[in-house]
């Protein structure tokens, strides 16, 4: 009896092992034995092995994925194992990869491991990704995110996205045939000195894992074409008040990933978001959302603009305010009068704070930041709009 031997590489028909070891899936008539082979012959890239890679990538093991690939550059720190379960405290100092490859090795020893100790770069990325099925956002910074989007549609290969900061978390799958990309949504990066990091905004360390464990769950269906997938969605999780939202998105045809087409080649967005945020800041004044709330009580003549997109627009906004996105409020520059008092929000104060910068650097005297965003708004003037 031979049942510990891993099937031959070459055959996709499943050993004794693997019968047993999948018998839950096998089970499953959406799965059977045929969706089985079908995880085993598929290869999903893993882009970061931390908070969100970690159960992605233990869940994909365990399903029998049969290749896995990891790209991550960062080593093991104390500070991560709050949140990034893969690694075990015998493992701080060690590169992540490592002990990512070695944890799974026990999870799962029939899928092979490709990894990659390097930061994806827009040099490395193409490389990298050609072959796979699939690739797994795991990132936790906007330049490496736009990247893998990038490389997502560049290469036609969907790419499974996840992100979280403090009590939230989102997911989709983007850069799916007929579905919207990250740009469609987000057509460029925010400055980068005005985005925390996981790292210095604050995480549970459970909702990397809940949004994780949902990208593992749509990149099976992804692979075995079972259910709807977030393809034209956009999942968006508050644990606070564990409430579920899915907002339907749309294909930009404006898009310059997926649209006009007109990004053709990566960019290194580490330079590009640098140059764009390290120039000399403009010190803004905020202004408290009861404070506005009683100004246009009174019928003071505002200028208020949302700089956020057009989906978040129609979960709910200021009323009197007007709808400029932060990509384009360069354009609108022209047609703003300078010497009216003009107050900016987001949803957190982030994105106007970037847009009430450029507007201060164009000549524009009476700029304000409304603190908190509009989730503030929400909490403190008007507690029957949505939050997000
Ligand atoms: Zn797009």
């Not at 949140?83 to 075990?88: C, F, L, N, T």
């Not at 936790?140 to 996205?161: K, M």
């Not at 939230?168 to 579905?179: D, K, L, R």
């Not at 709330?293 to 979960?315: F, K, M, S, T």
Request: hydrophobic share 40%; net charge negative.
């Amino acid at each position: 009896m031979n049942a510990e031997a891993p099937a031959a590489s070459h055959d996709l028909d499943l050993s004794r092992e693997e019968l047993v070891r999948y018998s839950r899936h096998i089970l499953l008539p959406q799965v059977g034995e045929a969706g089985q082979q079908k995880l085993k012959k598929s290869r999903v890239l893993l882009v970061g092995a931390g908070g969100l890679g970690s159960p992605v990538a233990l869940y994909l093991a365990a399903a029998g994925v049969g290749t896995l690939g990891l790209v991550d550059f960062d080593t093991v720190d104390l500070s991560n194992l709050q949140r990034q379960i893969i690694h075990g405290s015998g493992a701080i100092g060690t590169p992540k990869i490592d002990s990512a490859r070695e944890r799974l090795r026990d999870v799962n020893p029939n899928v092979v491991v490709e990894s990659y100790d390097a930061r994806l770069t827009s040099g490395n990325a193409l490389e990298i990704a050609k072959g796979y099925d699939l690739i797994i956002d795991g990132t936790d910074n906007f330049a490496t995110r736009y990247l893998v989007n990038d490389t997502s549609v560049l290469l036609g290969i969907p790419n499974v996205y996840g992100s979280v900061y403090r009590f939230e978390g989102q997911a989709s799958v983007f850069g799916a045939p007929n579905g919207p990309c990250y740009r469609c949504l987000f057509r460029d990066p925010p400055p980068p000195d005005l985005v925390p990091s996981c790292a210095e905004g604050g995480v549970l360390g459970v909702v990397p894992g809940l949004i994780g464990t949902i990208q593992a769950t749509e990149a099976i269906k992804m692979l075995l074409g079972l259910g709807d997938t977030l393809v034209g969605k956009l999942l968006t999780v508050d644990v606070m008040t564990m409430s579920f939202r899915s907002l339907l998105i749309r294909k930009d045809p404006e898009c310059p990933a997926c649209g006009t087409h007109e990004i053709t080649e990566l960019i290194d967005y580490d330079e590009y978001c640098a140059g764009i945020g390290s120039h000399s800041t403009q010190r803004i004044e905020e202004i408290e959302p009861a404070r506005l709330a009683e100004r246009l009580g009174r019928g003071e003549r505002l200028e208020i603009i949302d700089v956020r997109e057009p989906y978040e627009w129609a979960i709910g906004h200021i009323p009197g305010a007007r709808l400029v996105p932060l990509s384009r409020i360069a354009d609108e520059i022209p047609r703003l009068d300078k010497r009216r008092e003009t107050i900016l929000y987001c949803k957190v104060g982030a994105r106007s704070l970037a847009a009430a910068q450029q507007l201060a650097k164009a000549g524009m005297t009476d700029v304000r930041n409304l603190a908190g965003g509009i989730l503030r708004w929400i909490d403190e003037v008007d507690p029957t709009m949505s939050r997000y």
